[in-house]
């Protein structure tokens, strides 16, 4: 591919600009984002290869997984387009972090054992950008290595809206209602993520064949437990947190779940050959 990338939206920069994506997933931020973390952790290091495995950590945020990744004692550089978010990952003990775009990587060829993307497909409203991005994470990728994209579920913000009561509001059911037809997320104000597409499971998949990446697997994140009203007290108890998460793993990969869970993480290759 050698057309240039089009430029990422302003909207996308400005939303994380206001510097609140590194509490989103942390302890004190709200229950849904606290599973997302502990569930992308559980499912990450059972499909990680043996530390120290390089990693490039792409549109990684402020470095919320890049800091327990590095810890663990894996080889961590992180890219995003934040300057905001690469001053906060650069600061994180064991992680190297610049600025970059998911669909032109700095990378030279083949030069990881794992790629993840978690967070630039969902802000990527166009397949072709999209189908750049995996290419690109196929290019810098050793045969053999790992992809791990996140996405969020078509209908994940119709089950958010409808648990927080919002989608009874006329003007909210409309916005939620929309997106459901082709899974483009317009911009809105305060109260709604930015600029975004909410893709189907099977979406994914076709995506990563297009980028001639194989499908390993696809894992619900938080599987139906993000829409429990229960949900807060339940990971404030250590015990009862762990029996939240296992009840997650028992459903994670099962086909006619994927599509309830928020977040999806779908897991590639490059064959070796
Ligand atoms: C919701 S945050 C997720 C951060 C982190 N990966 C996580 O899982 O918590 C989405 C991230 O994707 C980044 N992003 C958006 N478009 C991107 C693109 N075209 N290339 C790389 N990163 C991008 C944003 O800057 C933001 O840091």
């Known amino acids: 591919m050698t057309e240039t990338p089009t430029r990422l939206h302003e909207e996308i920069l400005a939303y994380y600009a206001r510097g609140k994506e590194d509490a989103r997933l942390r302890e004190g931020g709200a229950p849904a984002g606290r599973l ?61 972090a610049r600025l970059g775009d998911a669909r032109e990587l700095a990378a030279p060829d083949a030069s990881y054992d794992v790629v993840l993307l978690l967070g630039p ?15 690109e994470a196929r290019r810098v990728l050793r045969p053999g290595g790992l992809v791990v994209a996140a996405t969020i579920n078509r209908y994940a913000q119709l089950h958010d809206l409808l648990r927080e009561e919002r989608y009874f509001t006329p003007e909210h059911r409309e916005r939620t209602d929309a997106v459901l037809v082709d899974g483009r997320h317009p911009h809105h104000d305060e109260g709604f993520l930015t600029v975004a597409h909410f893709a189907a499971p099977h979406e994914v998949t076709a995506e990563f064949a297009a980028a001639r990446l194989t499908t390993v697997g696809q894992y619900g994140i938080e599987g139906v437990a993000w829409l429990m009203g229960g949900l807060e007290d339940w990971l404030d108890d250590p015990d009862r947190r762990a029996t939240v998460l296992a009840a997650c793993r028992h459903i994670e990969s099962e086909p006619t779940l994927l599509g309830a869970s928020g977040h999806l993480l779908t897991v590639g290759g490059r064959p070796s050959a």
């Open 121 to 135: 497909l969902y802000h990527l409203p166009e397949r072709a950008d999209r189908l750049r991005a995996l290419a």
């Open 36 to 96: 997302e973390y502990w569930r992308t952790q559980d499912v990450l290091r059972r499909l990680l290869p043996a530390e120290p495995a390089r990693i490039l950590d792409v549109g990684g945020g402020s470095g919320v997984h890049a800091d327990w990744l590095a810890r663990d004692g894996h080889a961590v550089e992180l890219v995003d387009p934040v300057p905001l978010h690469v001053e906060q990952a650069s600061r994180l003990a064991g992680v190297t």
